[in-house]
């Protein structure tokens, strides 16, 4: 537990969610006293934390939580390509205006640092609308530390995997398909290029970035290496001993990049590799254990 983080108090909005509540416990773990904001209450609240449920547009709500805080963390967003291609008002309303009524609620309450998740998809030129809200998000960012002082970090996500995922997740969706159905079917390009990184070295590095070397700076945290989707596929079909189950869909992907999302170049992120890592394999491990004891107990 560090020392420098006794009794330090830490708010996270969205931090009932799958990356959300990992960074919780690792924030809990170095000492910082945590409260969560979501509009669920998460099922891995611990004893040592605290829970608000409530709609991230509520400003009477944010100030409850963020009062007193030096450190936010602001996870709330509609992530799902998809879905804010779908709806992008509502994109727009949760990941911009809400990201700005957190932010000048932590102006108000004079807030050390705001941590910010952001995503790889602002190099894109994809992403659609949920691209478009993370770079007008980012800005508003880097706007408020220019306008106010307001201190941050952007933490720039790949693609994330492990336990507490769920059907919104990529690789969640085809171990699930491949346990339950026995094939492992890919919905997009054979030729497809992603750096999956666990979601516990994620959350890890999260609570690394509030160091003073990365404040006012942009991180990216991806994996360890470029890795190609049929690759992982074929590993994940070794694995669970479909040797010949892997089937790619083609279809109109939209939204979603290919080889690369570095098309659009924003401030320049930082990556940061952590020095201890989950192995992509044992990583698939844990998640196939999860899933087949959710789906025995269901």
Same mark, same amino acid.
């Given at each position: 537990?560090?020392?420098?983080? &006794? ?9 009932? #969610? ?11 773990? =170095?000492?910082? $006293? %945590?409260? !969560? ?11 040592? *934390? ?15 939580? !963020?009062?007193?805080?030096? $450190? $936010? ?16 008002? @509502?994109?727009?309303?949760?990941? $911009? /205006? ?11 309450h004079s807030v050390r640092r705001f941590m910010y998740a952001s995503t790889v998809y602002v190099y894109s030129r994809e992403g659609g609308f949920y691209r478009c809200s993370k770079q007008a998000a980012e800005q508003y960012v880097e706007e408020y530390q220019r306008a106010y002082g307001l201190d +941050?970090?952007?933490?720039r996500y790949g693609s994330l995997y492990g336990p507490r995922s769920d059907n919104s997740n990529g690789l969640f969706r085809i171990v699930q398909d491949a346990i339950q159905k026995g094939v492992i079917r890919y919905v997009g390009s054979p030729e497809a290029m992603r750096e999956y990184i666990h ?9 690394? =970035? ?20 049929? @690759? ?7 694995? /669970? ?11 109109? +992907? ?10 659009? *170049? ?5 990556? +940061? ?7 992509? #394999?044992?990583?698939?491990? &844990? ?9 025995? %107990?269901?």
């Open positions: 537990m560090s020392s420098s983080a &006794q009794n330090i108090k830490a708010c996270v909005i969205g931090g009932s #969610g799958f990356l959300g509540s990992h960074v919780c416990d690792h924030l809990s773990d =170095a000492g910082y $006293v %945590v409260t !969560i904001l979501d509009r669920v209450a998460s099922p891995w609240l611990r004893s040592d *934390q605290q829970m608000l449920v409530g709609d991230l547009l509520d400003e009477n709500l944010l100030d409850e939580a !963020i009062s007193g805080c030096a $450190v $936010v963390f602001n996870f709330a967003a509609i992530a799902d390509l998809d879905k804010a291609l779908s709806t992008p008002i @509502d994109t727009a309303r949760v990941n $911009v /205006l809400g990201n700005v009524l957190v932010l000048d609620a932590c102006r108000r +941050y970090t952007i933490l979601v516990e070295d994620a959350a890890r590095a999260s609570v690394t =970035a509030l160091g003073s070397e990365f404040r006012n700076a942009s991180v990216v945290l991806t994996g360890q290496e470029v890795m190609r989707v049929s @690759d992982l596929l074929k590993m994940l079909a070794e694995i /669970l001993g479909l040797p010949d189950a892997v089937e790619f869909v083609e279809a109109d +992907y939209e939204g979603h990049y290919v080889r690369t999302p570095y098309a659009y *170049q924003p401030k320049l992120g930082l990556k +940061y590799v952590p020095p201890m890592h989950v192995d992509l #394999g044992q990583g698939l491990l &844990q998640l196939i254990n999860e899933l087949q004891d959710s789906n025995t %107990v269901s």
